[in-house]
């Protein structure tokens, strides 16, 4: 085996495809030959210089990878060489090999492909994370959620529906609005609706998935319920809100902001042993399918991320690492 492997990065704003040693495991990781990786908005940010790696990784863009263990590092007893398995990464997906901690992996659960996969853990841990433990989520609890037709949209929505909870979803087009409505949940087309009044209409909701940011907190306050829970992941729109605070005090909301990558390797290894055995029962029973929209091979990562900034999207996009050891 060569000693090196291609890798995309980000210098000054332009994506490069350049050539980096192979990693070596140390004690507690295991190294993946990656097949596919998920293309996500922070990888977008970071290349326009809003959301740096934490200190200490990868330059390599990328967080999340399925592919096939290769490379064992010392005290390693749960995985062996050659298992199928997806992961989260705090950096380095955009590259042939990564390594990370032995404890992010997740074993592919049948019946989905190695593609279908790459498009799970980032998406799959900030929903879990956000909604089903910084929210403490009832089943039967009514959420909003924006960009509904996103990965993370339609990622929430299928486990939400799993969970047993109704659930409203906001897109820009109709196309989008279908997408949410197969999915299980209701769809308000933000371009040419209102979507507080339909919301408060149906009584409101317990808690809102804000990606948004600027004037949809306050909107997003008048949808809540007594009671009602707030939790944003990104700023959109703008990080400057104008808000009052009638409605946060006399009904007794709250109000949290949340990202997955700022969190600790501890941290991310407790949130995936939290959600895994719900992940892969909904999975088995066919409640939860990654969407896929488009996979772009390795070389064209500038395409996947222009087209993530396009919106035009539906679900996942991917990047196709080498052959991708299809399956």
């Not at 929903?127 to 949209?153: C, N, P, T």
């Not at 990622?155 to 659930?167: E, N």
């Not at 339909?198 to 009584?203: E, H, L, R, T, Y």
Request: hydrophobic share 45%; proline share 4%; with cysteine.
């Amino acid at each position: 085996m060569t000693s090196l492997m291609q890798a995309i990065i980000c210098d000054q704003g332009q994506l490069r495809l350049v050539q980096r040693p192979i990693p070596q495991p140390c004690a507690g990781e295991v190294r993946i030959r990656i097949a596919y990786a998920g293309v996500n908005r922070a990888d977008l940010l970071q290349t326009q210089g809003l959301y740096p790696p934490p200190e200490g990784a990868s330059d390599i863009l990328g967080l999340e990878v399925s592919g096939h263990i290769d490379a064992l590092g010392d005290n390693i007893h749960q995985w062996q060489t050659g298992d199928a398995v997806c992961a989260l990464v705090s950096s380095g997906a955009y590259a042939d090999y990564v390594t990370l901690p032995a404890a992010h992996c997740m074993r592919i659960p049948a019946p989905l492909t190695l593609a279908e996969s790459a498009g799970i853990m980032e998406c799959a841990l900030t929903v879990w994370m956000s909604l089903f433990d910084e929210a403490r989520l009832k089943s039967g609890e009514a959420v909003l959620v924006h960009g509904g037709s996103s990965g993370i949209g339609t990622t929430a929505i299928q486990m939400l529906r799993a969970y047993g909870c109704p659930v409203f979803a906001t897109a820009s087009t109709a196309t989008k609005c279908a997408l949410i409505e197969q999915l299980g949940a209701t769809a308000i087309n933000y371009k040419t609706d209102d979507f507080v009044a339909p919301i408060k209409a149906s009584g409101g909701v317990d808690v809102v998935l804000d990606m948004v940011g600027g004037d949809y907190i306050m909107r997003n306050m008048q949808c809540l319920r007594a009671g009602g829970r707030l939790m944003s992941i990104a700023c959109l729109q703008s990080t400057q809100v104008n808000l009052g605070m009638g409605g946060l005090l006399m009904k007794g909301l709250s109000w949290k902001g949340s990202t997955l990558r700022r969190r600790c390797d501890t941290d991310k290894a407790q949130l995936i042993a939290a959600m895994q055995p719900h992940l892969q029962h909904w999975i088995a029973t066919g409640a939860f399918k990654p969407v896929i929209d488009r996979i772009f091979p390795l070389q064209q990562a500038d395409k996947a991320l222009e087209t993530m900034q396009q919106g035009l999207h539906c679900g996942k996009i991917l990047l196709q690492v080498g052959s991708a050891q299809a399956s």
